[in-house]
T-cell receptor, first 110, second 113 residues
């Protein structure tokens, strides 16, 4: 059974303080690891898809990386508007659906 | 493009009442999904559909039914609502070919009292 575990559950940072969020996964034949951002009261918004170990993708202050067992979402010099819940999900071989982790609630204080 | 539209956005039900949540997408996506999101539990799959006229059970299907009579619409029904079904419900869709992950709706907040 595919599983995703995210850590920490919540993270509070000062503006400009860089850090990383972790997503550990077990899946039968990874067909994609997905990162989403979710603001309060809204649906998740797509950020990145990673397909193979060693792959990296960047968007503004965010960079996602992937190994065979985990993915990291690095946030560099964050701003208060980066505050949100970040969700990680995987798609396994032959699967027609995503399995989500519980998310990391990120708060950036000015 | 509107993307994925969910109606209603909010609803309060009494225990035992029934209701239907509507999800509509205008992206010609083949696959559609219903998830529920509860604090500390993440997103859990209720039912999904890989095409018009097809449905399948997800992780937490009990107490829910679905129908996909038209490609663009996916309906989630609660026949006899229970307080345990208080949650935020999200619909999502994606295309079959060159799978790129989901597009989500904005959610329906349901309270059962």
């Amino acid at each position: 059974e595919d599983q995703v575990t995210q850590s920490p559950e919540a993270l509070r940072l000062q503006e400009g303080e860089s850090s990383s969020l972790n997503c550990s996964y077990t899946v039968s034949g990874l067909r994609g690891l997905f990162w989403y951002r979710q603001d309060p009261g809204k649906g998740p918004e797509f950020l990145f898809t990673l397909y193979s170990a060693g792959e990296e993708k960047e968007k503004e202050r965010l960079k996602a990386t992937l190994t065979k067992k985990e993915s990291f979402l690095h946030i560099t010099a964050p701003k208060p508007e980066d505050s949100a819940t970040y969700l990680c999900a995987v798609r396994g071989q032959g699967a027609q659906k995503l399995v989500f982790g519980q998310g990391t609630r990120l708060t950036i204080n000015p | 493009n509107a993307g994925v539209t969910q109606t209603p956005k909010f609803r309060v039900l009494k225990t035992g009442q029934s209701m239907t949540l509507l999800c509509a997408q205008d992206m010609n996506h083949e696959y559609m999904y219903w998830y529920r999101q509860d604090p500390g539990m993440g997103l859990r799959l209720i039912h999904y559909s890989v095409g018009e006229g097809t449905t399948a059970k997800g992780e937490v299907p009990d107490g829910y039914n679905v129908s996909r009579l038209k490609k663009q619409n996916f309906l989630l029904g609660l026949e006899s609502a229970a307080p345990s079904q208080t949650s935020v419900y999200f619909c999502a869709s994606t295309r079959r070919v060159l799978w790129r992950g989901y597009t989500f709706g904005s959610g329906t907040r349901l309270t059962v009292v």
